[in-house]
């Protein structure tokens, strides 16, 4: 379901394209499709940024989940849009990077919509 989800995000969402092609090439490298066994140890990074060390040191204290804060699902002449700050997917590419070369198990999630902003249009099928 992840990989639909990015493969849905990248043909219907062209304004940000190269930016989520990137979100793709790094979720596809090594997708887990469950989060991390035993307690979840979650952490967000702030509106659409990406701090490396202080990210790396989090993981390397037992967070397992990196949340990469937020974009919004939203509907332009009756299509879904993806709007908002998305991080420098170049930094979070090296996060990435660093967290698997010291075999550090993470999953990597975007989170969408709330927080003081819209919350993602429900009428959109899961196939749109």
């Not at 990248?10 to 394209?17: C, G, I, N, R």
């Not at 596809?28 to 990074?45: E, F, K, M, R, Y």
């Not at 701090?51 to 990469?68: H, M, P």
């Not at 993602?120 to 749109?128: A, L, V």
């Amino acid at each position: 379901q992840v990989a639909s989800v990015f493969k849905w995000i990248v043909s219907k969402a062209m304004p940000v394209l190269s930016l989520l092609g990137t979100c793709f090439i790094l979720a596809a490298s090594a997708v887990h499709h469950s989060l991390p066994d035993g307690p979840i140890i979650a952490a967000w990074q702030d509106w659409g940024r990406c701090n490396e060390s202080q990210t790396l040191l989090a993981v390397e204290r037992g967070v397992n989940v990196i949340f990469w804060f937020a974009s919004n699902l939203v509907k332009v002449d009756g299509k879904p849009q993806i709007t908002g700050p998305l991080p420098d997917l170049d930094c979070v590419a090296r996060v990435r990077k660093s967290i698997e070369a010291k075999e550090l198990d993470t999953r990597h999630l975007l989170t969408i919509g709330g927080w003081n902003a819209p919350h993602p249009d429900t009428s959109f099928t899961g196939e749109e």
